[in-house]
Protein backbone atom coordinates (compact mmCIF):
# COMPACT_ATOMS: atom_id res chain seq x y z
CA UNK A 1 0.00 0.00 0.00
CA UNK A 2 0.98 3.55 -0.19
CA UNK A 3 -0.52 6.93 1.36
CA UNK A 4 -1.96 9.74 -1.28
CA UNK A 5 -2.23 12.94 -0.19
CA UNK A 6 -4.82 14.43 -1.21
CA UNK A 7 -5.25 18.38 -2.50
CA UNK A 8 -7.53 18.58 0.33
CA UNK A 9 -4.96 17.85 2.71
CA UNK A 10 -6.94 14.57 3.51
CA UNK A 11 -4.63 11.50 3.92
CA UNK A 12 -6.34 8.03 2.58
CA UNK A 13 -4.86 4.36 2.37
CA UNK A 14 -4.10 3.28 -1.45
CA UNK A 15 -4.44 -0.02 -1.97
CA UNK A 16 -2.32 -1.48 -5.01
CA UNK A 17 -4.16 -2.18 -8.15
CA UNK A 18 -3.34 -4.18 -11.51
CA UNK A 19 -5.48 -4.84 -14.69
CA UNK A 20 -5.61 -7.66 -17.21
CA UNK A 21 -7.01 -6.69 -19.91
CA UNK A 22 -5.96 -3.03 -19.89
CA UNK A 23 -6.07 -2.59 -23.56
CA UNK A 24 -9.67 -3.14 -24.57
CA UNK A 25 -12.35 -0.21 -23.78
CA UNK A 26 -13.40 -1.82 -20.52
CA UNK A 27 -9.71 -1.79 -19.64
CA UNK A 28 -9.37 1.91 -20.55
CA UNK A 29 -12.19 3.05 -18.46
CA UNK A 30 -10.71 1.23 -15.74
CA UNK A 31 -7.07 3.26 -15.66
CA UNK A 32 -9.16 6.41 -16.65
CA UNK A 33 -11.54 6.02 -13.33
CA UNK A 34 -8.61 4.39 -11.41
CA UNK A 35 -6.07 6.89 -12.35
CA UNK A 36 -8.80 9.81 -10.20
CA UNK A 37 -9.70 7.72 -7.50
CA UNK A 38 -7.55 8.39 -4.73
CA UNK A 39 -7.56 5.16 -2.51
CA UNK A 40 -6.68 3.45 -5.91
CA UNK A 41 -2.64 2.67 -6.83
CA UNK A 42 -2.10 1.24 -10.49
CA UNK A 43 0.53 -0.73 -9.99
CA UNK A 44 0.56 -3.05 -13.16
CA UNK A 45 -1.00 -3.06 -16.27
CA UNK A 46 -1.45 -6.33 -18.81
CA UNK A 47 -2.59 -6.80 -22.32
CA UNK A 48 -2.20 -9.59 -24.39
CA UNK A 49 -1.87 -8.88 -28.14
CA UNK A 50 -0.73 -5.70 -27.31
CA UNK A 51 1.69 -6.28 -24.12
CA UNK A 52 5.35 -4.56 -24.57
CA UNK A 53 3.28 -1.14 -26.04
CA UNK A 54 3.03 2.01 -24.83
CA UNK A 55 -0.07 3.10 -23.22
CA UNK A 56 -0.53 6.02 -25.31
CA UNK A 57 -0.34 3.87 -28.22
CA UNK A 58 -3.08 1.78 -27.26
CA UNK A 59 -5.10 4.80 -25.11
CA UNK A 60 -3.96 7.85 -26.64
CA UNK A 61 -6.67 9.78 -24.79
CA UNK A 62 -5.58 8.90 -21.96
CA UNK A 63 -3.09 10.38 -19.71
CA UNK A 64 0.58 8.68 -18.37
CA UNK A 65 0.82 7.36 -21.70
CA UNK A 66 4.46 6.41 -21.35
CA UNK A 67 3.13 3.16 -19.19
CA UNK A 68 4.34 0.20 -20.31
CA UNK A 69 1.89 -2.88 -20.40
CA UNK A 70 2.89 -6.11 -19.41
CA UNK A 71 1.66 -9.80 -20.48
CA UNK A 72 -1.43 -10.77 -19.40
CA UNK A 73 0.56 -13.40 -17.22
CA UNK A 74 -0.58 -14.24 -13.86
CA UNK A 75 2.83 -14.86 -12.87
CA UNK A 76 3.91 -11.04 -14.17
CA UNK A 77 1.67 -9.41 -11.82
CA UNK A 78 3.98 -7.54 -8.60
CA UNK A 79 2.18 -8.07 -5.27
CA UNK A 80 -0.81 -6.13 -5.08
CA UNK A 81 -4.36 -5.70 -3.13
CA UNK A 82 -6.88 -6.06 -5.47
CA UNK A 83 -6.94 -7.39 -9.61
CA UNK A 84 -9.60 -6.25 -12.06
CA UNK A 85 -9.85 -8.93 -14.96
CA UNK A 86 -11.12 -6.93 -18.29
CA UNK A 87 -10.39 -10.44 -20.42
CA UNK A 88 -12.33 -12.07 -22.99
CA UNK A 89 -14.87 -15.03 -22.16
CA UNK A 90 -12.66 -18.20 -21.22
CA UNK A 91 -9.81 -16.31 -20.38
CA UNK A 92 -10.21 -15.78 -16.78
CA UNK A 93 -11.07 -19.26 -15.65
CA UNK A 94 -7.72 -20.28 -14.89
CA UNK A 95 -6.13 -16.95 -14.20
CA UNK A 96 -8.50 -16.26 -11.38
CA UNK A 97 -6.76 -19.13 -9.31
CA UNK A 98 -4.08 -18.40 -9.77
CA UNK A 99 -3.98 -14.88 -8.62
CA UNK A 100 -6.70 -15.50 -5.75
CA UNK A 101 -3.54 -18.52 -4.54
CA UNK A 102 -0.90 -15.57 -4.63
CA UNK A 103 -3.55 -14.02 -1.82
CA UNK A 104 -4.82 -11.22 -4.52
CA UNK A 105 -8.54 -10.29 -4.34
CA UNK A 106 -10.14 -9.99 -7.68
CA UNK A 107 -12.45 -8.82 -9.48
CA UNK A 108 -13.58 -10.31 -13.02
CA UNK A 109 -15.74 -8.59 -15.21
CA UNK A 110 -15.60 -11.69 -17.74
CA UNK A 111 -18.30 -14.14 -17.62
CA UNK A 112 -16.23 -16.86 -16.37
CA UNK A 113 -17.54 -16.83 -13.14
CA UNK A 114 -21.17 -15.25 -13.55
CA UNK A 115 -23.12 -18.12 -13.14
CA UNK A 116 -23.96 -19.88 -10.00
CA UNK A 117 -24.14 -24.05 -11.66
CA UNK A 118 -22.16 -25.83 -14.70
CA UNK A 119 -25.70 -26.66 -16.04
CA UNK A 120 -26.09 -22.80 -16.37
CA UNK A 121 -22.83 -21.72 -17.47
CA UNK A 122 -23.30 -24.68 -20.22
CA UNK A 123 -26.92 -23.26 -21.32
CA UNK A 124 -25.54 -20.20 -21.44
CA UNK A 125 -21.75 -20.39 -23.23
CA UNK A 126 -23.33 -24.29 -24.89
CA UNK A 127 -19.78 -25.71 -23.14
CA UNK A 128 -19.08 -27.14 -20.14
CA UNK A 129 -17.31 -25.12 -17.81
CA UNK A 130 -13.50 -25.81 -17.06
CA UNK A 131 -13.74 -25.43 -13.56
CA UNK A 132 -18.22 -26.34 -12.33
CA UNK A 133 -17.22 -26.68 -8.23
CA UNK A 134 -15.40 -23.77 -8.49
CA UNK A 135 -18.92 -21.62 -8.91
CA UNK A 136 -20.14 -21.85 -5.69
CA UNK A 137 -17.02 -19.83 -4.59
CA UNK A 138 -17.58 -16.60 -6.31
CA UNK A 139 -20.05 -13.93 -5.51
CA UNK A 140 -22.78 -11.98 -7.85
CA UNK A 141 -21.76 -8.96 -7.80
CA UNK A 142 -24.78 -6.68 -8.29
CA UNK A 143 -24.42 -3.96 -5.71
CA UNK A 144 -27.72 -2.35 -5.59
CA UNK A 145 -28.73 -6.15 -4.37
CA UNK A 146 -26.04 -7.54 -3.16
CA UNK A 147 -23.67 -4.89 -1.81
CA UNK A 148 -23.35 -6.10 2.11
CA UNK A 149 -22.42 -9.46 1.16
CA UNK A 150 -19.33 -7.83 -1.20
CA UNK A 151 -17.55 -6.20 1.39
CA UNK A 152 -14.50 -8.33 2.65
CA UNK A 153 -15.07 -11.07 -0.19
CA UNK A 154 -12.03 -11.99 -2.29
CA UNK A 155 -13.60 -12.54 -5.13
CA UNK A 156 -16.55 -11.21 -7.11
CA UNK A 157 -18.13 -11.39 -10.54
CA UNK A 158 -18.89 -8.51 -12.09
CA UNK A 159 -22.93 -8.45 -14.07
CA UNK A 160 -22.94 -7.78 -17.52
CA UNK A 161 -24.40 -4.83 -19.09
CA UNK A 162 -27.34 -6.11 -20.14
CA UNK A 163 -28.42 -7.70 -17.20
CA UNK A 164 -27.63 -4.97 -15.33
CA UNK A 165 -29.82 -3.13 -16.66
CA UNK A 166 -32.62 -5.69 -16.87
CA UNK A 167 -32.22 -6.98 -13.28
CA UNK A 168 -32.40 -3.11 -11.89
CA UNK A 169 -35.35 -2.53 -13.95
CA UNK A 170 -37.12 -5.59 -13.05
CA UNK A 171 -35.99 -6.97 -9.41
CA UNK A 172 -37.99 -4.52 -7.64
CA UNK A 173 -41.19 -5.14 -9.10
CA UNK A 174 -40.71 -8.67 -8.41
CA UNK A 175 -40.36 -8.26 -5.26
CA UNK A 176 -43.00 -6.15 -4.42
CA UNK A 177 -44.93 -9.08 -5.96
CA UNK A 178 -46.36 -6.24 -8.67
CA UNK A 179 -45.28 -8.27 -12.21
CA UNK A 180 -45.56 -12.36 -13.18
CA UNK A 181 -42.33 -14.41 -13.18
CA UNK A 182 -43.43 -16.06 -16.50
CA UNK A 183 -44.00 -13.94 -19.48
CA UNK A 184 -41.11 -11.66 -19.26
CA UNK A 185 -40.06 -9.77 -22.38
CA UNK A 186 -36.98 -7.38 -22.32
CA UNK A 187 -36.06 -5.93 -25.95
CA UNK A 188 -32.99 -3.76 -25.58
CA UNK A 189 -30.42 -1.73 -27.62
CA UNK A 190 -26.71 -1.51 -27.24
CA UNK A 191 -23.76 0.32 -28.81
CA UNK A 192 -21.19 -0.64 -30.87
CA UNK A 193 -18.75 -0.39 -28.22
CA UNK A 194 -20.58 -3.23 -25.86
CA UNK A 195 -19.08 -5.77 -28.80
CA UNK A 196 -15.78 -5.01 -28.00
CA UNK A 197 -12.50 -3.57 -29.62
CA UNK A 198 -11.57 -6.49 -31.72
CA UNK A 199 -12.09 -5.68 -35.53
CA UNK A 200 -14.58 -7.55 -37.32
CA UNK A 201 -16.43 -7.03 -41.00
CA UNK A 202 -19.78 -6.39 -39.23
CA UNK A 203 -18.79 -3.84 -36.85
CA UNK A 204 -17.23 -1.82 -39.59
CA UNK A 205 -18.92 1.83 -40.13
CA UNK A 206 -20.45 0.66 -43.36
CA UNK A 207 -22.03 -2.14 -41.87
CA UNK A 208 -23.07 0.08 -38.77
CA UNK A 209 -24.22 3.44 -39.61
CA UNK A 210 -27.68 3.87 -40.50
CA UNK A 211 -28.79 0.48 -39.51
CA UNK A 212 -30.51 -1.32 -37.00
CA UNK A 213 -30.57 -4.96 -36.16
CA UNK A 214 -31.35 -7.60 -33.86
CA UNK A 215 -28.79 -10.12 -33.18
CA UNK A 216 -28.13 -13.48 -31.10
CA UNK A 217 -32.34 -13.46 -31.29
CA UNK A 218 -33.66 -16.32 -29.00
CA UNK A 219 -29.37 -17.33 -27.59
CA UNK A 220 -28.07 -14.40 -26.68
CA UNK A 221 -25.98 -15.90 -23.49
CA UNK A 222 -27.00 -13.22 -21.54
CA UNK A 223 -30.65 -14.28 -20.81
CA UNK A 224 -29.55 -17.22 -18.21
CA UNK A 225 -27.52 -14.66 -16.19
CA UNK A 226 -30.51 -12.41 -16.34
CA UNK A 227 -32.92 -15.34 -15.10
CA UNK A 228 -30.44 -16.21 -12.17
CA UNK A 229 -29.80 -12.63 -10.92
CA UNK A 230 -33.80 -11.98 -10.58
CA UNK A 231 -34.67 -15.02 -8.65
CA UNK A 232 -31.29 -14.30 -6.49
CA UNK A 233 -32.55 -10.29 -5.68
CA UNK A 234 -36.24 -11.22 -5.60
CA UNK A 235 -36.16 -14.61 -3.77
CA UNK A 236 -38.36 -16.75 -6.39
CA UNK A 237 -37.17 -20.07 -7.46
CA UNK A 238 -38.18 -19.55 -11.39
CA UNK A 239 -38.09 -16.05 -13.85
CA UNK A 240 -38.54 -16.61 -17.32
CA UNK A 241 -36.89 -14.21 -19.91
CA UNK A 242 -37.19 -13.51 -23.33
CA UNK A 243 -34.46 -11.44 -24.54
CA UNK A 244 -33.45 -10.26 -27.84
CA UNK A 245 -30.82 -7.67 -28.54
CA UNK A 246 -30.49 -4.25 -31.00
CA UNK A 247 -26.66 -3.25 -32.09
CA UNK A 248 -27.43 0.28 -32.83
CA UNK A 249 -25.32 2.95 -34.85
CA UNK A 250 -23.93 5.05 -31.43
CA UNK A 251 -20.74 4.14 -29.82
CA UNK A 252 -21.82 3.49 -26.03
CA UNK A 253 -25.11 3.16 -23.55
CA UNK A 254 -27.37 0.68 -23.28
CA UNK A 255 -31.70 0.75 -23.22
CA UNK A 256 -33.66 -1.90 -22.10
CA UNK A 257 -37.10 -2.29 -22.23
CA UNK A 258 -38.74 -4.94 -20.42
CA UNK A 259 -42.60 -5.54 -20.27
CA UNK A 260 -44.15 -7.92 -17.63
CA UNK A 261 -47.44 -9.23 -17.41
CA UNK A 262 -49.13 -7.38 -13.75
CA UNK A 263 -49.82 -9.66 -10.65
CA UNK A 264 -52.84 -7.45 -9.74
CA UNK A 265 -54.37 -4.49 -10.93
CA UNK A 266 -51.73 -1.80 -10.24
CA UNK A 267 -51.14 1.88 -11.50
CA UNK A 268 -48.15 3.70 -12.36
CA UNK A 269 -47.63 4.91 -9.00
CA UNK A 270 -47.19 1.69 -7.29
CA UNK A 271 -44.58 0.65 -10.29
CA UNK A 272 -42.57 4.08 -9.32
CA UNK A 273 -43.04 3.48 -5.62
CA UNK A 274 -41.92 0.31 -5.60
CA UNK A 275 -38.42 1.25 -7.89
CA UNK A 276 -38.39 4.22 -5.30
CA UNK A 277 -38.20 2.31 -2.38
CA UNK A 278 -35.81 0.11 -3.59
CA UNK A 279 -33.19 2.46 -5.00
CA UNK A 280 -34.17 4.99 -1.95
CA UNK A 281 -29.89 4.28 -0.52
CA UNK A 282 -28.91 3.28 -4.08
CA UNK A 283 -25.96 6.19 -5.02
CA UNK A 284 -26.16 5.54 -8.96
CA UNK A 285 -29.89 4.79 -9.14
CA UNK A 286 -32.62 7.55 -10.13
CA UNK A 287 -36.02 7.04 -10.84
CA UNK A 288 -37.29 9.18 -13.20
CA UNK A 289 -40.69 10.60 -14.82
CA UNK A 290 -39.92 10.63 -18.36
CA UNK A 291 -38.63 7.88 -20.61
CA UNK A 292 -34.93 7.32 -20.13
CA UNK A 293 -32.33 8.37 -22.74
CA UNK A 294 -28.68 6.73 -23.08
CA UNK A 295 -27.58 10.58 -23.63
CA UNK A 296 -28.12 11.21 -20.11
CA UNK A 297 -25.85 8.43 -18.64
CA UNK A 298 -23.05 8.20 -20.94
CA UNK A 299 -20.08 8.87 -19.23
CA UNK A 300 -21.37 8.14 -15.60
CA UNK A 301 -22.15 4.89 -13.09
CA UNK A 302 -25.85 6.02 -12.67
CA UNK A 303 -28.71 3.94 -14.26
CA UNK A 304 -32.10 5.85 -14.93
CA UNK A 305 -35.68 3.46 -14.80
CA UNK A 306 -38.69 4.64 -15.10
CA UNK A 307 -41.98 2.58 -14.87
CA UNK A 308 -45.57 2.40 -16.87
CA UNK A 309 -48.63 1.09 -17.46
CA UNK A 310 -49.90 -0.46 -20.52
CA UNK A 311 -53.79 -0.69 -19.39
CA UNK A 312 -55.27 -2.39 -22.38
CA UNK A 313 -53.08 -5.33 -21.82
CA UNK A 314 -52.54 -5.06 -17.89
CA UNK A 315 -48.71 -4.98 -18.06
CA UNK A 316 -45.98 -3.14 -16.91
CA UNK A 317 -43.27 -1.54 -18.65
CA UNK A 318 -40.14 -0.80 -17.64
CA UNK A 319 -37.42 1.25 -19.41
CA UNK A 320 -33.44 1.66 -17.86
CA UNK A 321 -30.54 3.29 -18.89
CA UNK A 322 -26.94 2.91 -18.61
CA UNK A 323 -23.41 3.29 -19.92
CA UNK A 324 -22.56 -0.16 -20.60
CA UNK A 325 -18.77 0.48 -20.28
CA UNK A 326 -18.85 2.21 -16.64
CA UNK A 327 -22.17 0.81 -14.76
CA UNK A 328 -22.36 -2.18 -17.23
CA UNK A 329 -18.57 -2.65 -16.86
CA UNK A 330 -15.44 -0.46 -15.69
CA UNK A 331 -17.56 1.40 -13.20
CA UNK A 332 -19.64 -1.18 -11.99
CA UNK A 333 -16.29 -3.22 -10.91
CA UNK A 334 -14.64 -0.29 -9.29
CA UNK A 335 -17.60 -0.12 -7.09
CA UNK A 336 -17.47 -3.27 -6.31
CA UNK A 337 -13.96 -2.85 -5.13
CA UNK A 338 -14.93 0.45 -3.04
CA UNK A 339 -17.14 -2.40 -1.37
CA UNK A 340 -14.84 -5.29 -1.03
CA UNK A 341 -12.36 -2.93 0.41
CA UNK A 342 -14.28 -1.09 3.23
CA UNK A 343 -14.54 2.07 1.02
CA UNK A 344 -17.49 4.29 0.19
CA UNK A 345 -19.36 2.69 -2.49
CA UNK A 346 -19.66 5.41 -4.44
CA UNK A 347 -15.98 6.63 -3.91
CA UNK A 348 -14.02 7.82 -7.49
CA UNK A 349 -17.07 7.46 -9.86
CA UNK A 350 -19.01 9.61 -11.46
CA UNK A 351 -22.80 10.51 -11.23
CA UNK A 352 -23.00 12.97 -13.96
CA UNK A 353 -22.83 12.30 -17.90
CA UNK A 354 -21.63 14.24 -20.55
CA UNK A 355 -24.01 16.21 -23.49
CA UNK A 356 -24.20 16.47 -25.88
Known amino acids: ??????????????????????????????IRLLDGHLAFDLAYLGAKRSAGMLLADVHPHLAGGTRRLGPADPDKVPPVDLVFLALPHGASAQVAGELLERG????????????????????AYGGPHPFPDRLGDWLYGLPEFFGESLVGADRVAAPGCYPTATVLALAPLLRAELIQQDGIVVNAVSGVSGAGRAAREDLQFGAIDENVGAYAVGRHRHRPEMEMALEMASGLKRVSVTFTPHLVPMQRGILATATAPL????????????????????????????????RWVVGSNRALIAAFTDDTSGCAIVVAAIDNLIKGAAGQAIQIANLMLGLEEDAGLPVAGWMP
Open 1 to 30: MRIVVCSSSEVQVGHSAAILGASGYAGGEL
Open 263 to 294: VREADRVDLQGALETAYRDAPFVDVIDGSPQT
Open 104 to 123: AKVVDLGSDYRLDTGQRYEA
